[in-house]
């Protein structure tokens, strides 16, 4: 009587696992570098969301400049320091002046760059001094720049440009760069 054998030999099987040795160490050493990879871009995500959501803000302030429901006196933009600190005022309440106190209801709002932070004060009138509170995390991301240009062109409404870089704490290599554009109608 004939036995007929199946499956594999010893040799087969060997060779098997050493294809299947090398492709497990392959994955082994791809996989630490597919998670760094997921990281950094995490990490650059995050930084390009947090730039972008605060030159939103200062946007919508420079838009916001001059408004006034009456005749409000003062200066509706002051940028100094190069551009790296803006006063904005604008008539929040409808009042017809810009007032000035208390802080708390203030139409004046200041923003500037100190210490590699993006900071804010509300009743501002100067840009220095202090009370200003921080708009990012100095521990998470470090600002490098923090500029507002003002393009003035006859008979049109003034454009304002502002320019915010940043790279991050944990990754220094990890930079960002935003540059946004607003028109101040009423200024």
């Known amino acids: 009587m004939s036995v007929k054998q199946s499956g594999f030999s ?12 090398v492709l497990l160490l392959g994955s082994a050493r791809f996989l630490p570098a ?3 990879a997921a990281l950094r871009q995490t990490r650059q995500q ?4 947090e730039l972008w959501q605060r030159i939103y803000t200062v946007a919508k302030h420079l838009q916001r400049a001059g408004y006034c429901r009456g005749l409000c006196r003062g200066q509706a933009l002051y940028i100094a320091g190069g551009g790296d600190c ?18 708390s209801e203030s139409d004046t709002t200041g923003f500037r760059l100190r210490d590699g932070a993006l ?3 509300r009743g501002a009138s100067a840009c ?6 921080k708009m990012t995390n100095p521990a998470a991301i470090q600002i490098t720049a923090f500029q507002v240009t003002r393009l003035e062109r006859a008979g049109f409404a003034p454009e304002l440009s502002i320019t915010l870089a ?5 990754d220094p290599q990890i930079r960002a760069r935003a540059e946004y ?3 101040g109608y009423n200024l």
Request: glycine share 8%; net charge negative.
């Open 34 to 36: 597919l998670q760094w």
């Open 128 to 133: 220095s001094g202090k009370g200003w509170e």
């Open 181 to 183: 554009g607003v028109t």
């Open 166 to 170: 940043a790279h991050s704490v944990a």
């Open 46 to 49: 995050s930084l390009e969301n």
């Open 86 to 103: 803006l006063l904005v005022s604008w008539d929040s309440n409808s009042d017809g002046v810009w007032n000035s106190a208390p802080s």
């Open 119 to 121: 900071e804010t004060l």
């Open 10 to 21: 010893l040799p087969e099987m060997l060779i098997a696992m050493a294809i299947s040795a």
